[in-house]
């Protein structure tokens, strides 16, 4: 019989082991349901968008850089966590909306309200739609049709009297998820740090013009 002979380990492979192994049990320190937030004027954002798009010659289906998104909505943990794609899609959503119109010759305001929890799914559901079906009250589910138009068809629930046009929305935005890993961990608290110190747009448009540069060599190697 012969006698097995223990694989030996080497001295790297056991720190990377170690260091595995570290890395671990931080993650399922770290790995719980976080909440996040923004809150913002539909109008203002747009407008900073659309002058970048319009200064740069751009169409509206062009790639507009995660620094000009990010700087539009104020630099909020939300919208960085969603540009930076450092989490899953949310648990839950919280939203809500007031839509304030404006009559000229009343001068008067008139401020449509629109609040709703939204269950799992992801970002870009959550703007354009999905099957997923929420809560409506009563207990009717309807499926999600996407903020905008939900916005839209709150108004018309509503009704807006003759005379009356909108001049903004505010909107506020929760939810709640899990990081994807410890990196994205990391680089969500880094990247707030910077913002904190007011360096972040500044690093996220070098990180966006290396990344470009690395890409153009790459195309013509």
Known sequence: MKK????????????????????????????VLYEFDMEFEIEHVNKIIHDYVDSNGLSDEDYVPAYVTIGAYEQQDLIIALK?????????WEIGIDSHFYNESLDDVLTIPFALD??????ADLMTGCETKVNRGAGIRTRWRGLQDEMISNWKEHGIPDGYELIKSQIYIKA??????????????????????????????????AEATHKAKGLFA
Do not use: C
Request: proline share 3%; hydrophobic share 35%; net charge positive.
């Open 4 to 31: 097995r002979t223990k694989k030996k380990v080497s001295f790297v492979d056991r720190i990377a082991q170690s260091k595995q192994s570290k890395q671990l049990v931080e993650w399922k320190k770290v790995d």
């Open 84 to 92: 930076m794609t450092n989490i899953q899609a949310p648990e839950f």
């Open 118 to 123: 939204i269950p799992k799914m992801s970002h």
């Open 176 to 209: 709640q998820a899990h990081f994807n890993n410890l990196d994205a961990y990391k680089e969500h608290h880094d990247l707030l740090h910077l913002r904190d110190t007011d360096r972040l747009l500044n690093y996220l448009k070098i990180r966006e013009v």
